[in-house]
C-alpha cells in the first residue's frame, strides 16, 4: 500500500499542485490556498460591518445583521454553495465560473463566522476604552476605527488564523461545482486508476492535515505570543526570585 501511494503521489504530484494548468485552469492545492486566502480576505471586510451592526444600538441595523448570522450559521454549506451556484446566474444574466461561486460562497459563509469572532473581541476589551476615546474628542466611528478595532484585531489573530485552517478544508466542497481545487484533483487520478481509491484518498487526507497542522501550529505560537505580550514584563521582584 505505501509503494503504492508513493508512486501515485511520484506520477501525479504536479496535478495534485497546480493542476492541468497552464494547459487548463490552475488547481490542487494551489487552487485551495487561493480560494482560501480570496474567501478570508475578502469575508473580513464584511465580517467587521456585520459585527458592528451586530453591537449597534439602532435596531434597524441590528436586527437584519443578526437574522443574517443566524441563517448562514444554520445552514449547511452544501446549500449555501447551491444556492450561489443557481441564483447568480439568474440575477446576473450570465454563467458565473464555478471558482466565482465558490469564492462568493465562502466570503457570505466565511463573512457570517468571522462578524462572531470580531464581535466577541470587540465586546470583550473594557468598556472604558470606548469612554476613554470618547472624553478625548473623538467620534463613535473614529473611536472605534483607531481605538477599539486595533486592539480587538490584533487579540483576534489566533482566531482568524483558525478559521482560515477550517476555510481550507471547506474548499473541499468546491468539487461539486467543479472547481478544480485539490480534492477535484484527487477525485480525477481515483477516476482514472480505478483500483487504488483507498491510496488516493489517504494521500489527499494526509496532504490536509499536514497543511491544516502546520497552520494550526503557527496559530497556537501566536496566541502564546500575543498571551505573553498581555502579560507584559515580570515585575522585578519575581525576576530576582526566579534567579
Known amino acids: 500500500m505505501l509503494h503504492n501511494a508513493i508512486a501515485i503521489v511520484s506520477e501525479n504530484w504536479l496535478l495534485l499542485l497546480i493542476g492541468q494548468y497552464p494547459n487548463g485552469p490552475l488547481g490542487g492545492i494551489a487552487a485551495t490556498l487561493i480560494l482560501s486566502v480570496l474567501g478570508i480576505v475578502l469575508a473580513f471586510p464584511l465580517s467587521v460591518l456585520i459585527a458592528l451592526a451586530r453591537i449597534s444600538r ?29 441564483l447568480f446566474p439568474l440575477l446576473l444574466g450570465a454563467n458565473v465560473p464555478g471558482f466565482a461561486t465558490m469564492v462568493c460562497t465562502l466570503v457570505i459563509y466565511e463573512g457570517a463566522f468571522l462578524s462572531e469572532v470580531v464581535r466577541a473581541g470587540i465586546e ?51 468539487y461539486v461545482i ?31 492535515y499536514a497543511v491544516c497542522w502546520s497552520l494550526t501550529w503557527v496559530a497556537t505560537w501566536l496566541e502564546r505570543r500575543i498571551a ?16
Open 58 to 86: 439602532w435596531r434597524l441595523l441590528r436586527a437584519p445583521a443578526t437574522a443574517l448570522v443566524y441563517l448562514v450559521r444554520g445552514v449547511p454549506l452544501l446549500m449555501i454553495i447551491f444556492w450561489v451556484y443557481f
Open 124 to 174: 470583550a476589551l473594557p468598556r472604558g476604552q470606548m469612554d476613554a476615546a470618547r472624553a478625548l474628542g473623538h467620534s463613535y466611528p473614529r473611536a472605534m476605527r483607531y481605538v477599539i478595532l486595533p486592539q480587538a484585531l490584533y487579540n483576534m489573530l489566533p482566531a482568524i488564523l483558525s478559521q482560515f485552517i477550517s476555510t481550507i478544508k471547506e474548499t473541499t466542497l468546491g
Open 178 to 208: 467543479n472547481v478544480p481545487e485539490l480534492t477535484f484533483a484527487a477525485n480525477q487520478i481515483n477516476n482514472r486508476l480505478l483500483t487504488k481509491p483507498f491510496e488516493v484518498f489517504l494521500i489527499l487526507a494526509l496532504t490536509y
Open 228 to 243: 505573553t505580550r498581555r502579560a507584559g514584563p515580570a515585575p522585578i521582584g519575581m525576576m530576582a526570585a526566579r534567579a
